[in-house]
């Protein structure tokens, strides 16, 4: 099936810091990703919409200027968590879907594991 | 508008007993249901699928039937394996909700040897 990564795994940064996750479509051309959050213990919340060449479309409740989003090519969206604290500590995990895969299917990347002290 | 119900957790089994998570939901229009695993620090991964009622997915032994009278979407395995021992997340997709997917809450399986 379709390979999607996220870079880094896991990362450890100070109150106040921001941090750039990437997500990538190794063998596909993904139009539209997605990006989670997820708490310990908890299920998967979509935090928003990336789209290829347009703006992101965020979930009601989530901080657009704090969680910037850039799809800027096919293969890649960013997620940059702005001024980091210690509350935006989670587990993130994106997903892409196949522009001409059945609507319904993504593939998901391994997550990326934020620590704010 | 769209949900996911499922078990909570955690589940204890042991090695070759047989499993069951439930999972119900509400969705308008013609959801696809799903089931994803995660094990310990990863990702998700899909385990299987199904598009429409009456379906049957299925996936290194696991199964599960898309039942549209009960709305169900249940989990089944008739052995389970230790390293069957991770989160099992159910899914819905609608095109009603702009082929978002809705999550459940996840049930954590423990397998026992």
């Known amino acids: 099936g379709a390979v999607v990564s996220q870079h880094p795994s896991r990362v450890i940064c100070k109150s106040g810091t921001s941090v750039k996750i990437e997500c990538r479509s190794l063998?596909?051309?993904?139009?539209?990703m997605f990006w989670y959050r997820q708490f310990p213990k908890k299920s998967l919340m979509l935090m928003a919409t990336s789209n290829e060449g347009s703006k992101a479309t965020y979930e009601q409740g989530v901080e657009k200027d704090k969680f910037l989003i850039n799809h800027a090519s096919l293969t890649l969206s960013t997620l940059t968590v702005t001024s980091a604290h210690p509350e935006d500590s989670s587990f993130y995990i994106c997903s892409a879907r196949e522009p001409n895969g059945p609507q319904e299917t993504q593939y998901f990347g391994p997550g990326t594991r934020l620590l704010v002290l | 508008g769209n949900s996911v119900t499922q078990m909570e957790g955690p589940v204890t089994l042991s090695e070759e007993a047989f499993l069951t998570i439930n999972c119900t939901y509400t969705?308008?229009?013609?959801?696809?249901l799903f089931w994803y695993v995660q094990y310990p620090g990863e990702g998700l991964q899909l385990l299987l699928k199904a598009t429409k009622a009456d379906d049957k997915g299925s996936n290194k032994g696991f199964e599960a039937t898309y039942r549209k009278e009960t709305t169900s979407f249940h989990l089944e395995k008739g052995s389970v394996q230790v390293s069957d021992s991770a989160v099992y997340f159910c899914a819905l997709t609608a095109n009603t909700g702009g082929f978002k997917t809705i999550f459940g809450a996840g049930t954590r399986l423990f397998v026992k040897a």
């Open positions: 063998d596909f051309q993904a139009t539209t």
């Open positions: 969705a308008t229009g013609y959801p696809s």
